[in-house]
């Protein structure tokens, strides 16, 4: 059974750009590019893994991370966040949110799948 | 006999310079604060016999040898005073104290109100009434030298020159008076050095008599017996003593004892401790006593002796020098000589005082511009006052000398002078005793007694016609016979002398009691006549300045208000410790008072210091020189605190700047995190799609040809994307720094707006309809046409990328006044929310979904063009739809960058 990722993303190019990687390596891909509704899409998609803009219309991806952290089935819940800000302080803040993996935009696309890879053994 | 005068002086000279050693010495004690000894009940007793002048020391054998045992008076009056009054002394030197007196003129004058011209009237009677008593000294030294030098020879070579011997008499006594009385001015009127001296030439001076008397005694009559038997056998025993002088006399002595200044000077302002009065109160009779013992064997003698018309008033000297006794001759000159320093240094101190304080003093501070709030060194002005009045009464004492001549009998001087002060015996016991005595009262009744003193016994004792005219005397002024100056009201018969007392005193009395009667107090006058005659009720425990421990409590409280706590009690335990004492209190004697009013002094200034230190220890008053003083420090404190306010002020604007600067600083490093954060944002998205789609261009194999089109197309759009935003920043940055250069021009509105709408139209998607509302209006301005286009193809694309509607429509109308234009676009899409109205002229400030090619810096580009063109650009809030309307000046003025 094919792997399943949700990815929560507003940017409909980079929408596009990681729906074709992640479908060509084999993943079930879903998107949702609403912050604020976020969390529930997650909670009905039960995925294997998501993908986590910093900034999305209507909430933040830390907001959206610390409250699905707070959710039991989904403390162990691998996500990988993007963030196109590349501040360090946003790094620190979504690691004591409990992200899995954090990276700053742009990135290779070697680099993101090695690193969904890495979240996910298939 | 020129050998012993150049003997005599020499001695003298000696003598003058130990006494200023011994004063000296004692200073520099006080001054240690080791003068416990300097005021003991003996130095306070010693200290009253200046009482015995060199009148009672030569003038009691002149004045028995005269007449009789009348002289007894003159010591009977004082001793009881001091046994039967000593209560009433008690009571002076309370007030004395409680009200910080400096004189009689002060004590009558704080007694009524502080009335200051009862000051002067009272200075000026005391300086008047104690002229004679001075020329009295002068002349009474001069006489003894004169005994030393013998009768002038028949060229007149070799005697004395009175009048010349005199002037350096007084320019001696003037320079140590000065020297001693005003070398430091202490706030309470005290000077040790000149008590402990005048307590030594108390000792001389009975050592003197005594020696002489032992000499007569014994040396010449032979022992007691005969003695007596020569007194028996001489013309004194016989003279009988006339009732009338002997009751006056004694009531005058004992009056001038509590009136004269340099009593009140000694019994009360120099006083240390209340108690002292009470031992003195024996031990001072016991002293007259001793003085006066052998008044009689010496006139006796002396009148057996001496040949017939030798001057009675210098028997003391003249007797051992007849006896060829030169040593004791000497001795007893020195006693004499003793006598008159002692009295003239302190009545001129305490005259001065009164002179400097209630003459000189207010005319100084009405002449000085600025009235009371002087600034100079009132000390300096004070002890210049006190020495130029110290001149001026020796002056005086000498000008009476040579006046009257420096004849007649010393008795009589000193009974003039006594009757002269005696006068203020009514004021200053009504004062003390009855609480209904009044200014109008005191002020009449001392004019009214001095008035007749003056007519009947100081102008006439320079002689009949030497200034009242002889007829005066006889039929009385302009014939009105009851004014006669020795027979008022016709009572002829009466001694001179008693005359005059019974007239004046009686008369100032019944003026003083009436006049109180008739007027009523002033408020001041009230609260000072109850302070004084209740003076036990309200001034405590009577104490000296040797106070209690309550006193080191109260102390301490005062000393940690100013001082601080920590201070003030490490100062407070320090000196505990060095006293030995146990706990933290030490006992507040002279040196720890003198330290603690430094360390106060600091703080507060000298004169506040000393005026608080002195009102807790010795439950003093503030004198009239210590509130100027005081208000003096404290007027240089208020300057120095209110310049310190203005410093202080300007700081805390400074810090306020600071910290107003500082929060803008902090405002715009987190501004410009959230700026950078934002651009990163913005540049790095387009950048990652870029990315990743020419990744997958190159990486991935077996694409068609429809997605490498897309994927190509996105990089592209993206690329634009990336490129519009950075010259949307850099634009954005030139306007914000103000470097943006602006190409005024000429034209109309109509025309911008034409092309903003062509340009717009031709990126947009085509949906959007445009309505063009023409008028007719003038639309020429002046401004820079391509910057104006920049924000309506903003505004019109805006309109293209947010309005949502089903059929979006932008609406364009232009108004126009003679001086702005306006200019309208109104469009049907959904209103921007009120709370988001506010952000979308800032920089990325995105509030609608739109196809994420906005970098949200569009309207804050508008917003400062329009800044730039003098004119502005807003949202109106809208039921439906949004507004924006910019307004611009006809002539825009472009300078204003």
Same mark, same amino acid.
């Given at each position: 059974?094919?792997?399943?990722?949700?990815?929560?993303?507003?940017?409909?190019?980079?929408?596009?750009?990681?729906?074709?990687?992640?479908?060509?390596?084999?993943?079930?891909?879903?998107?949702?590019?609403?912050?604020?509704?976020?969390?529930?899409?997650?909670?009905?998609?039960?995925?294997?893994?998501?993908?986590?803009?910093?900034?999305?219309?209507?909430?933040?991806?830390?907001?959206?991370?610390?409250?699905?952290?707070?959710?039991?089935?989904?403390?162990?819940?691998?996500?990988?966040?993007?963030?196109?800000?590349?501040?360090?302080?946003?790094?620190?803040?979504?690691?004591?949110?409990?992200?899995?993996?954090?990276?700053?935009?742009?990135?290779?696309?070697?680099?993101?799948?090695?690193?969904?890879?890495?979240?996910?053994?298939? | 006999?020129?050998?012993?005068?150049?003997?005599?002086?020499?001695?003298?000279?000696?003598?003058?310079?130990?006494?200023?050693?011994?004063?000296?010495?004692?200073?520099?004690?006080?001054?240690?604060?080791?003068?416990?000894?300097?005021?003991?009940?003996?130095?306070?007793?010693?200290?009253?016999?200046?009482?015995?002048?060199?009148?009672?020391?030569?003038?009691?054998?002149?004045?028995?040898?005269?007449?009789?045992?009348?002289?007894?008076?003159?010591?009977?009056?004082?001793?009881?005073?001091?046994?039967?009054?000593?209560?009433?002394?008690?009571?002076?030197?309370?007030?004395?104290?409680?009200?910080?007196?400096?004189?009689?003129?002060?004590?009558?004058?704080?007694?009524?109100?502080?009335?200051?011209?009862?000051?002067?009237?009272?200075?000026?009677?005391?300086?008047?009434?104690?002229?004679?008593?001075?020329?009295?000294?002068?002349?009474?030294?001069?006489?003894?030298?004169?005994?030393?030098?013998?009768?002038?020879?028949?060229?007149?070579?070799?005697?004395?020159?009175?009048?010349?011997?005199?002037?350096?008499?007084?320019?001696?006594?003037?320079?140590?008076?000065?020297?001693?009385?005003?070398?430091?001015?202490?706030?309470?009127?005290?000077?040790?050095?000149?008590?402990?001296?005048?307590?030594?030439?108390?000792?001389?001076?009975?050592?003197?008599?005594?020696?002489?008397?032992?000499?007569?005694?014994?040396?010449?009559?032979?022992?007691?017996?005969?003695?007596?038997?020569?007194?028996?056998?001489?013309?004194?025993?016989?003279?009988?003593?006339?009732?009338?002088?002997?009751?006056?006399?004694?009531?005058?002595?004992?009056?001038?004892?509590?009136?004269?200044?340099?009593?009140?000077?000694?019994?009360?302002?120099?006083?240390?401790?209340?108690?002292?009065?009470?031992?003195?109160?024996?031990?001072?009779?016991?002293?007259?006593?001793?003085?006066?013992?052998?008044?009689?064997?010496?006139?006796?003698?002396? &009148?057996? $002796?001496? @040949?017939? #018309?030798?001057?009675?008033?210098?028997? /003391?000297? =003249? %007797?051992? *020098?007849?006896?060829? !006794?030169?040593?004791?001759?000497?001795?007893?000159?020195?006693?004499?000589?003793?006598?008159?320093?002692?009295?003239?240094?302190?009545?001129?101190?305490?005259?001065?005082?009164?002179?400097?304080?209630?003459?000189?003093?207010?005319?100084? &501070?009405? $002449?000085? @511009?600025? #009235?009371?709030?002087?600034?100079?060194? /009132?000390? =300096? %002005?004070? *002890?210049?006052?006190? !020495?130029?009045?110290?001149?001026?009464?020796?002056?005086?004492?000498?000008?009476?000398?040579?006046?009257?001549?420096?004849?007649?009998?010393?008795?009589?001087?000193?009974?003039?002078?006594?009757?002269?002060?005696?006068?203020?015996?009514?004021?200053? $016991?009504?004062?003390?005793?009855?609480?209904?005595?009044?200014? /109008?009262?005191?002020?009449?009744?001392?004019?009214?007694?001095?008035?007749?003193?003056?007519?009947?016994?100081?102008?006439?004792?320079?002689?009949?016609?030497?200034?009242?005219?002889?007829?005066?005397?006889?039929?009385?002024?302009?014939?009105?016979?009851?004014?006669?100056?020795?027979?008022?009201?016709?009572?002829?018969?009466?001694?001179?002398?008693?005359?005059?007392?019974?007239?004046?005193?009686?008369?100032?009395?019944?003026?003083?009691?009436?006049?109180?009667?008739?007027?009523?107090?002033?408020?001041?006058?009230?609260?000072?006549?109850?302070?004084?005659?209740?003076?036990?009720?309200?001034?405590?425990?009577?104490?000296?300045?040797?106070?209690?421990?309550?006193?080191?409590?109260?102390?301490?409280?005062?000393?940690?208000?100013?001082?601080?706590?920590?201070?003030?009690?490490?100062?407070?335990?320090?000196?505990?410790?060095?006293?030995?004492?146990?706990?933290?209190?030490?006992?507040?004697?002279?040196?720890?008072?003198?330290?603690?009013?430094?360390?106060?002094?600091?703080?507060?200034?000298?004169?506040?210091?000393?005026?608080?230190?002195?009102?807790?220890?010795?439950?003093?008053?503030?004198?009239?020189?210590?509130?100027?003083?005081?208000?003096?420090?404290?007027?240089?404190?208020?300057?120095?605190?209110?310049?310190?306010?203005?410093?202080?002020?300007?700081?805390?604007?400074?810090?306020?700047?600071?910290?107003?600067?500082?929060?803008?600083?902090?405002?715009?490093?987190?501004?410009?995190?959230?700026?950078?954060?934002?651009?990163?944002?913005?540049?790095?998205?387009?950048?990652?799609?870029?990315?990743?789609?020419?990744?997958?261009?190159?990486?991935?194999?077996?694409?068609?040809?429809?997605?490498?089109?897309?994927?190509?197309?996105?990089?592209?759009?993206?690329?634009?994307?990336?490129?519009?935003?950075?010259?949307?920043?850099?634009?954005?940055?030139?306007?914000?720094?103000?470097?943006?250069?602006?190409?005024?021009?000429?034209?109309?509105?109509?025309?911008?707006?034409?092309?903003?709408?062509?340009?717009?139209?031709?990126?947009?998607?085509?949906?959007?309809?445009?309505?063009?509302?023409?008028?007719?209006?003038?639309?020429?301005?002046?401004?820079?046409?391509?910057?104006?286009?920049?924000?309506?193809?903003?505004?019109?694309?805006?309109?293209?990328?947010?309005?949502?509607?089903?059929?979006?429509?932008?609406?364009?109308?232009?108004?126009?006044?003679?001086?702005?234009?306006?200019?309208?676009?109104?469009?049907?899409?959904?209103?921007?929310?009120?709370?988001?109205?506010?952000?979308?002229?800032?920089?990325?400030?995105?509030?609608?979904?739109?196809?994420?090619?906005?970098?949200?810096?569009?309207?804050?580009?508008?917003?400062?063009?329009?800044?730039?063109?003098?004119?502005?650009?807003?949202?109106?809030?809208?039921?439906?739809?949004?507004?924006?309307?910019?307004?611009?000046?006809?002539?825009?003025?472009?300078?204003?960058?």
């Amino acid at each position: 059974m094919d792997k399943h990722v949700l990815l929560v993303e507003d940017e409909v190019n980079i929408i596009e750009a990681m729906s074709f990687l992640l479908k060509r390596e084999g993943w079930k891909v879903d998107t949702h590019s609403d912050g604020a509704t976020a969390v529930s899409a997650i909670r009905d998609a039960r995925p294997d893994l998501v993908v986590l803009d910093y900034m999305l219309p209507g909430k933040s991806g830390i907001a959206i991370l610390t409250e699905l952290r707070a959710l039991p089935d989904f403390a162990a819940l691998p996500v990988l966040m993007l963030t196109a800000r590349g501040q360090l302080r946003d790094r620190e803040e979504a690691e004591r949110a409990g992200v899995n993996r954090f990276m700053t935009k742009p990135f290779s696309n070697t680099e993101v799948l090695n690193a969904v890879r890495d979240l996910v053994r298939v | 006999m020129t050998a012993s005068l150049n003997l005599l002086i020499g001695v003298s000279l000696i003598y003058v310079a130990f006494l200023f050693a011994v004063a000296f010495a004692a200073e520099r004690a006080a001054v240690r604060g080791r003068s416990g000894w300097l005021r003991t009940p003996l130095v306070y007793t010693l200290s009253l016999s200046i009482y015995c002048t060199a009148w009672t020391f030569y003038g009691a054998v002149g004045y028995a040898a005269r007449s009789g045992m009348e002289y007894v008076t003159i010591y009977l009056g004082p001793s009881l005073v001091m046994i039967g009054w000593w209560w009433v002394l008690r009571k002076l030197v309370r007030i004395g104290r409680s009200q910080r007196v400096t004189s009689v003129a002060d004590l009558i004058s704080a007694r009524y109100g502080k009335s200051n011209t009862l000051a002067i009237v009272v200075t000026v009677m005391a300086v008047v009434g104690v002229t004679p008593y001075i020329a009295l000294q002068l002349q009474s030294v001069t006489l003894a030298l004169s005994a030393f030098a013998g009768p002038p020879a028949a060229d007149g070579s070799a005697g004395l020159n009175m009048l010349s011997s005199g002037f350096w008499v007084a320019a001696g006594l003037a320079v140590f008076t000065v020297l001693f009385g005003t070398r430091n001015l202490n706030a309470n009127e005290r000077h040790d050095g000149v008590v402990i001296a005048i307590a030594v030439e108390a000792v001389v001076k009975l050592v003197a008599l005594i020696a002489v008397g032992i000499f007569v005694v014994w040396g010449i009559a032979g022992g007691v017996r005969p003695m007596m038997e020569q007194i028996d056998a001489s013309a004194l025993g016989t003279w009988q003593v006339d009732r009338s002088r002997w009751a006056a006399l004694t009531v005058l002595s004992a009056a001038a004892f509590l009136c004269l200044p340099r009593m009140f000077q000694v019994l009360v302002v120099e006083n240390d401790d209340e108690r002292h009065v009470q031992i003195a109160s024996w031990a001072f009779p016991v002293y007259l006593m001793l003085m006066s013992l052998f008044v009689v064997p010496i006139a006796v003698v002396g &009148l057996n $002796l001496l @040949p017939p #018309g030798s001057n009675p008033d210098l028997f /003391v000297v =003249s %007797v051992p *020098l007849a006896e060829g !006794r030169t040593g004791l001759a000497v001795l007893s000159f020195l006693g004499g000589f003793s006598s008159a320093t002692s009295m003239v240094i302190v009545a001129t101190l305490a005259l001065s005082t009164m002179v400097s304080n209630h003459v000189v003093m207010p005319i100084y &501070l009405s $002449l000085k @511009p600025g #009235g009371a709030s002087m600034s100079g060194d /009132v000390r =300096s %002005v004070i *002890l210049r006052a006190r !020495r130029l009045s110290i001149l001026l009464i020796i002056a005086l004492g000498y000008l009476y000398y040579v006046l009257s001549g420096g004849s007649g009998a010393l008795a009589a001087i000193g009974l003039i002078s006594f009757a002269g002060v005696a006068q203020f015996l009514p004021a200053m $016991l009504g004062g003390i005793f009855w609480r209904g005595a009044t200014r /109008v009262g005191a002020l009449s009744g001392l004019c009214l007694g001095f008035a007749i003193w003056v007519y009947a016994s100081l102008l006439p004792s320079f002689g009949q016609g030497a200034v009242l005219p002889a007829s005066f005397f006889e039929v009385g002024p302009w014939g009105i016979g009851w004014l006669r100056p020795y027979a008022f009201f016709g009572i002829e018969g009466i001694d001179p002398t008693v005359h005059a007392v019974l007239w004046s005193l009686l008369l100032n009395t019944c003026v003083f009691v009436v006049g109180s009667l008739l007027s009523f107090p002033k408020p001041l006058e009230r609260l000072q006549g109850a302070q004084f005659v209740n003076v036990f009720d309200h001034s405590g425990q009577a104490r000296g300045w040797h106070a209690s421990v309550a006193a080191s409590e109260d102390l301490m409280i005062m000393a940690q208000r100013i001082l601080g706590a920590a201070e003030a009690q490490a100062l407070f335990r320090a000196a505990a410790r060095e006293q030995g004492m146990i706990g933290h209190l030490p006992e507040p004697n002279p040196a720890f008072l003198e330290r603690l009013e430094r360390e106060l002094s600091a703080s507060v200034g000298t004169a506040t210091a000393h005026a608080m230190v002195s009102q807790m220890v010795g439950a003093a008053s503030v004198s009239v020189e210590d509130l100027l003083a005081v208000a003096d420090e404290s007027a240089q404190m208020l300057e120095y605190s209110s310049q310190l306010e203005t410093k202080s002020a300007e700081l805390s604007r400074t810090a306020g700047q600071l910290r107003e600067a500082n929060d803008k600083l902090t405002q715009l490093s987190v501004q410009k995190d959230a700026f950078l954060g934002q651009i990163s944002h913005e540049l790095r998205t387009p950048m990652t799609s870029i990315r990743a789609f020419s990744e997958i261009m190159r990486d991935a194999e077996g694409l068609s040809a429809a997605e490498k089109t897309k994927y190509a197309s996105i990089i592209h759009v993206e690329a634009i994307r990336l490129t519009r935003l950075l010259d949307d920043l850099l634009d954005l940055s030139v306007l914000e720094n103000g470097q943006v250069s602006l190409n005024p021009a000429t034209g109309r509105l109509d025309a911008v707006l034409d092309h903003a709408v062509i340009t717009a139209g031709a990126s947009g998607d085509g949906r959007l309809r445009i309505v063009r509302h023409k008028t007719t209006a003038d639309t020429m301005l002046t401004t820079d046409m391509d910057r104006l286009g920049q924000v309506f193809i903003n505004l019109i694309t805006n309109a293209q990328k947010y309005c949502r509607a089903e059929a979006p429509q932008l609406e364009i109308s232009v108004r126009a006044t003679p001086d702005m234009l306006r200019v309208e676009f109104r469009d049907n899409g959904t209103p921007i929310p009120d709370a988001a109205r506010a952000l979308i002229f800032e920089k990325f400030a995105r509030v609608a979904e739109g196809d994420g090619s906005g970098a949200g810096l569009g309207l804050a580009i508008c917003r400062e063009i329009m800044a730039r063109l003098g004119g502005d650009i807003s949202h109106v809030p809208q039921a439906s739809g949004n507004l924006f309307v910019v307004q611009m000046p006809r002539a825009a003025a472009l300078a204003a960058q």
